[in-house]
């Protein structure tokens, strides 16, 4: 298994690759400016905070759950614990982001992980038109609909807060 920083050589081209192996258009864009928040990123792009997709890595007992949350949410970890029937959920260290991703954190993105992730997607998230997620760095992020980042992701839909 390669070790974690070698799949950082390019995250941004990985994500690139894995929207177009999974059916989807390659929307990034790559910002001169760090977009690390989704404050940050709203205000580069000029959208709602709450449209933006926060990738979320938290660790349920020793195993990775990537949470793609709304930019506008607190997750709830104890409601998501009690809707997985799963034990605690912690967030995780900047070391296990690296490791189960292969991106640091601020540029994480929903896709483009050396291995799957147990993914939930926050539901609140279809409320918004076009969403805007991190594509593998701080400075780029990608346009999807709810229902493509649902697709490509496979992931759980459940409220998060």
């Not at 007992?61 to 104890?78: N, Q």
């Not at 992980?113 to 609140?124: E, F, G, K, M, N």
């Not at 076009?130 to 229902?147: C, K, P, Q, R």
Request: charged share 20%; proline share 6%; glycine share 8%.
């Amino acid at each position: 298994m390669p070790k974690a920083t070698e799949s950082l050589r390019d995250p941004v081209q990985t994500v690139r690759k894995t929207l177009l192996a999974l059916g989807a258009k390659d929307t990034v864009r790559i910002f001169e400016e760090k977009v690390p928040t989704a404050a940050a990123a709203a205000s580069v792009l000029g959208c709602e905070v709450a449209a933006i997709t926060n990738s979320l890595v938290f660790e349920v007992d020793g195993a990775p759950l990537l949470i793609l949350a709304s930019g506008a949410a607190k997750v709830d970890t104890a409601l998501v614990a009690r809707q997985l029937g799963t034990g605690k959920i912690r967030r995780a260290m900047p070391d296990f982001v690296l490791e189960h991703t292969g991106q640091e954190v601020g540029g994480v993105a929903p896709i483009g992980h050396p291995q799957p992730i147990r993914t939930i997607l926050d539901s609140s998230l279809q409320d918004h038109g076009e969403l805007w997620a991190g594509a593998g760095d701080h400075n780029s992020m990608f346009s999807i609909t709810y229902v493509d980042l649902l697709r490509i992701t496979g992931a759980a839909e459940l409220p998060v807060r």
